[in-house]
C-alpha cells in the first residue's frame, strides 16, 4: 500500500513551493518548474502542445501495487491502488488531502461517490461514509443484499441497487430503509442516478426508468432496442447510455422524453463520456467517436483515441492507445497534435473545466492545462 510519512517538507525554489512531492508554480504567467524527481512528461513537449504542468506528485507505493484509478469528485482527485488504498488528494495543487486503506485488498469495492460533506464506497456488503477532510468513517452500514453498482444518495436517501433487481432507498439520517423499487420485468440494475426529485436507473434488458425520490412511484420508462451499458451519466437536464443496439441515447431526465439517438455500427461496451460541446464513446474497431452534443451526430472519429480527457475551448484532450495524449480540434474533425508520454496508463475523465491528470503505475501523478 502507499506508505506515508510524517515529516513535512516546505521550501521556496525559483518562486515554485514543494510540499511533500508536489510543486507549486508560484506565478501562473512564467511558469517554473524545479522538482527533485524525475518529471512524468517533459514540459518542452508540453509547450510544443500548448500545455504546460500546473503541478506533479509522486506516491511512494510497494513492490506489488500500483495505481489503478483516477476519480475526479469536485475538487478532490482520488487515487485508488489496486490494494484498494485511497490517496485523496486537492486536485488545484496537488497537495495530499488524506490517504488510508479503505477496504481489505482482497475484498472488492464498488465505486466512490460525495454528497457536500462526505465520501462514501461499497465495500463488499458494507456502506462506508468517510469524512472527505480526514478520511475517518463517518459511519459504517451493515448491507443484507449484494450491491450491483455504485450507491448514489441525494438530500434525504442513499439509493443502493442489489444483484437482485431491486434498489433500496435509505434515509440518509438514520439509514433507515423507507422503501424499495424495481423494474417491471426484475431485470438486472446496473447503474443509477439520483436528483432531489427523481431518481434514473438502467438495466441489462434495456430499460431506463425513474421514479419519484421519496416514494417507490414510477415516473417514466424508456426501452431501448437492446441492454443498456452503464454506466448511465447524467449531466445537465439529460441523462445519456450506450446500448448493445449499437445506438448512444439522450433522453431528458426529469420526463424521459426522447431527444436524440446516434448508431455507433458496434456493440458498446461502456457508458458515454459526457462534456460540454461532446459526448464521447469508444468502440474497439472504429476508436473514438465525438458526438455533437446538440444534434447527436458524429463530428468524428480518431481510431487510436481511446477515452475523453478533457475539454477546453474547440480542443478535446484524449487518451490514446499507446501511451500518450492526443490533441483534436472539435470543429474541423481533426487530430492537431500528439504527446508520447510513456509509462502513462491512467487518466481521470474530467467533464467539469480543462484539467488534466495523468498517472504512471509507479505513483507518478501530473495535473496539466492549457497554456490558452
Request: with cysteine.
Amino acid at each position: 500500500m502507499f506508505k506515508l510519512t510524517g515529516i513535512l517538507v516546505l521550501f521556496t525554489v525559483c518562486g515554485c513551493v514543494y510540499k511533500g512531492g508536489a510543486v507549486y508554480v508560484g506565478d501562473a504567467n512564467q511558469p517554473v518548474w524545479q522538482s527533485v524527481r524525475e518529471h512524468l512528461v517533459s514540459p518542452k513537449q508540453l509547450a510544443d502542445s500548448g500545455l504546460e504542468i500546473v503541478w506533479q506528485n509522486e506516491l511512494p507505493i510497494k513492490q506489488g501495487e500500483s495505481l489503478d484509478k483516477l476519480i475526479i469528485l469536485g475538487d478532490k482527485l482520488c487515487v485508488l491502488s489496486n490494494r484498494n488504498f485511497l490517496t485523496v488528494l486537492n486536485r488545484f495543487d496537488g497537495s495530499i488531502v488524506f490517504s488510508k486503506v479503505f477496504a481489505e485488498a482482497e475484498f472488492p469495492v464498488i465505486g466512490l461517490g460525495s454528497y457536500q460533506d462526505e465520501l462514501f464506497t461499497i465495500e463488499s456488503r458494507r456502506l462506508i461514509e468517510m469524512n472527505p477532510q480526514s478520511g475517518a468513517d463517518i459511519r459504517i452500514t451493515s448491507l443484507e443484499f449484494t450491491a450491483a453498482c455504485p450507491a448514489v444518495r441525494n438530500s434525504a436517501f442513499f439509493y443502493i441497487a442489489g444483484t437482485d433487481g431491486r434498489i433500496r432507498a435509505f434515509r440518509a439520517a438514520d439509514m433507515v430503509k423507507m422503501f424499495e423499487v424495481g423494474a417491471p420485468d426484475d431485470s438486472a440494475i446496473n447503474s443509477v442516478v439520483a436528483e432531489d426529485e427523481f431518481v434514473v436507473f438502467t438495466t441489462d434488458t434495456g430499460r431506463c426508468i425513474s421514479f419519484a425520490a421519496n416514494a417507490s412511484k414510477y415516473l417514466w420508462q424508456f426501452d431501448a432496442e437492446g441492454g443498456i451499458v452503464g454506466p448511465l451519466a447524467k449531466n445537465g437536464d439529460s441523462v445519456f447510455f450506450g446500448s448493445k443496439d449499437t445506438y448512444v441515447y439522450r433522453l431528458e431526465a426529469a420526463t424521459g422524453k426522447f431527444i436524440w439517438k446516434c448508431l455507433m455500427g458496434e456493440r458498446l461496451e461502456k457508458g458515454p463520456d459526457v462534456a460540454a460541446k461532446c459526448v464521447y464513446r469508444y468502440s474497439r474497431n472504429k476508436g473514438l467517436a465525438a458526438i455533437d452534443r446538440a444534434s447527436g451526430k458524429i463530428l468524428w472519429r480518431l481510431p487510436e483515441g481511446k477515452r475523453l480527457i478533457a475539454e477546453a475551448g474547440d480542443k478535446a484532450y484524449l487518451a490514446s492507445g499507446v501511451d500518450g495524449i492526443i490533441v483534436a480540434d472539435i470543429g474541423k474533425s481533426e487530430r492537431q497534435s500528439g504527446i508520447s508520454i510513456p509509462g502513462v496508463s491512467k487518466y481521470a475523465v474530467n467533464a467539469i473545466d480543462s484539467k488534466i491528470y495523468i498517472a504512471d503505475d509507479m505513483g507518478r501523478i501530473a495535473c496539466l492545462k492549457p497554456t490558452k
